[in-house]
């Protein structure tokens, strides 16, 4: 009996040992071989790491002012693996978060433990939903972008998305430099799965760095206020205006309007989003008289006193007529540009030559982008040479045929006033940051002499004194400029429009230091379509309060020095 006793222990003793060695092994295999795999499974029911925004560098006008900056807001997360019941918390947070309730339920339902439910809500939206208390939904801080001035400059400062990163206009094209370096924290939740800390490991983010932009807020706010009122006034369709430093190319103004509010951008109309002064390109019209001026001067062609028939308004050229907007006989030099003869101008043009007129639109960097640090600008059309048909030289040189945006028209023109160079217009001085600071070099190349800039700077000063711009003068002060009033061609009937015209004004400010240039366009204007009438008195209008108020912030002698 005993024996059979001994016998059965014996068994379950063996039995014990060989379980005992199996658990052994597999304790041993799990804790060395599948170590990593175990730990990665704890931890991803504990932990999970959510990014952090570096905050976004600000934006500033050239007086240190805030344009832009980061302000701050709440997003919700949620994390599916805690959510009980899907349907009915996505058709909660649908009601209450204004979102597609069939979008929530397959956030909810994906194999993740982090998704985002709705970035940068508002504060009192923040606190309605934490009222609910929905297990598995979180908040985090994050930063939103906020423009100070609402639609001040809106098109040039551009749109920052959810995800921090630059969508247009400054924004977009010093990204990297605005946008700060990402973070990391580690989020810890009880063994219960109740509620979620912060652990101590974090990844702390980086600011981004701070952009001086060449904008004065002041000038830029009455710059819009005078253009919408000229649109408005007009019934027009819509305009822009740059102000820019003629010596170095820093660009003080850049409106445009119609424009938007990059803190309502959802309630913004598309179109009102574009840059038009870069991103549109038009005829200028008679504006573009300037080339033949300068290339005139250059080659040593005429006199000031040489006499042209302006063949009394009407004059035929191959394929249609050449008409003046009134009746001249005999124009001197001079005249023919202070009265803006078409006539006087294409004989001028003829007699100079296809090759030489196009030798000088491209000097003046016409047909190509200026460089300016703004996204989309384009490159604006010229036709060479031999391309050109009978018509063409002698519509070319006033403005028809030819493509243009507005600020490739301020800048040629600066190189009237700053004594023969071509510049590159910038948006921004510097970029800065604790013990760090980058410049915006002056890029600019001498195209003209400085005797034939000067030239052509008197007798576009005449034209303001004694010519078609006379609603552009700014008492006390040497102002010049040249009108330009362009038939907009229409493609539906295959030719010019009887009534569709754009109105343009660039002129200088030429006795202040450093000279300024400012160009007003109005697309479609109703009741006028004169430049002169139109455009012109937005130039004075913005040219008087830009002196003014530039001396008595003495900051005009060192707008946008460079090293």
Same mark, same amino acid.
């Given at each position: ?44 029911? #504990?932990?999970? =790491? ?43 947070? $649908? ?31 923040? +606190? ?23 639609? =001040? ?101 850049? &409106? ?18 574009? +840059? ?46 050449? #008409? ?21 101008? $294409? ?103 400085? $005797? ?60 202040? #230091? ?14 006028? #379509? ?12 913005? $040219?008087?309060? &830009? ?17």
């Amino acid at each position: 009996m005993r024996k059979k006793y001994r016998s059965r222990i014996k068994y379950i003793y063996i039995a014990f040992v060989f379980l005992f060695v199996v658990l052994s092994l597999r304790i041993a295999y799990l804790q060395i071989f599948r170590k990593n795999f175990l730990r990665n499974l704890a931890q991803k029911q #504990h932990y999970r =790491l959510i990014p952090l925004e570096g905050k976004r560098g600000n934006i500033f006008d050239r007086t240190g002012k805030v344009l832009a900056t980061g302000v701050s807001s709440y997003s919700i997360f949620a994390d599916p693996y805690l959510i009980g019941d899907i349907d009915q918390t996505a058709r909660v947070l $649908a009601l209450n978060l204004e979102l597609d309730k069939n979008e929530i339920s397959k956030l909810l339902g994906k194999d993740k433990r982090f998704v985002w439910i709705k970035r940068k809500i508002a504060w009192d939206e923040r +606190n309605k939903m934490k009222s609910l208390g929905i297990r598995g939904i979180g908040f985090l801080k994050e930063e939103k972008r906020f423009s100070s001035q609402d639609e =001040l400059a809106a098109a040039t400062l551009g749109l920052v998305g959810l995800d921090n990163k630059g969508l247009s206009g400054l924004e977009l094209v010093y990204d990297d430099d605005l946008r700060g370096k990402e973070g990391w924290v580690r989020i810890l939740q009880d063994s219960a799965s109740r509620q979620i800390i912060l652990s101590p490991q974090i990844i702390t983010p980086q600011p981004g760095v701070d952009v001086t932009s060449t904008i004065d807020m002041q000038l830029q706010y009455w710059a819009e206020e005078y253009l919408r009122d000229a649109v408005m006034e007009f019934g027009a369709k819509k305009g822009s205006v740059i102000v820019m430093n003629a010596e170095n190319g820093a660009v003080l103004v850049l &409106a445009n309007y119609p424009s938007f509010n990059p803190n309502k951008v959802r309630t913004a109309t598309v179109e009102y989003m574009n +840059n038009y002064a870069i991103t549109e390109m038009f005829e200028p019209g008679s504006v573009f008289k300037m080339n033949t001026l300068i290339a005139a001067i250059e080659e040593g062609a005429f006199s000031d006193d040489d006499k042209f028939f302006c063949e009394d308004g009407k004059f035929k050229i191959p394929g249609t007529y050449l #008409h003046d907007w009134k009746p001249y006989g005999e124009l001197k030099f001079t005249e023919v540009f202070k009265k803006s003869s078409n006539i006087g101008v $294409a004989k001028i043009a003829s007699s100079l030559g296809p090759e030489v007129v196009y030798k000088y639109m491209k000097k003046l960097g016409f047909g190509s982008k200026t460089g300016i640090d703004l996204p989309g600008e384009i490159n604006g059309s010229l036709k060479d040479p031999s391309k050109w048909s009978k018509t063409s030289q002698y519509i070319i040189p006033i403005g028809q045929e030819v493509g243009v945006n507005l600020i490739q028209l301020v800048r040629a023109f600066a190189v009237v006033v700053n004594g023969g160079y071509l510049v590159q217009p910038y948006m921004v001085e510097n970029i800065s940051a604790p013990f760090f600071l980058r410049k915006t070099p002056v890029k600019k190349t001498r195209v003209i002499s400085q $005797a034939g800039a000067r030239r052509a700077k008197k007798i576009l000063i005449g034209a303001v004194d004694d010519g078609t711009a006379k609603l552009a003068a700014v008492k006390g002060f040497q102002v010049g400029g040249k009108t330009g009033t362009a038939q907009k061609y229409d493609s539906k009937i295959g030719r010019y429009s009887p009534s569709k015209y754009r109105a343009n004004f660039i002129g200088f400010i030429a006795d202040v #230091h450093p000279p300024l240039v400012i160009g007003v366009t109005v697309d479609e204007p109703r009741k006028s #379509h004169f430049g002169g009438v139109v455009s012109a008195p937005v130039f004075q209008k913005i $040219a008087e309060k &830009a002196v003014k108020y530039l001396e008595e912030e003495t900051i005009l002698a060192g707008a946008g020095q460079q090293n």
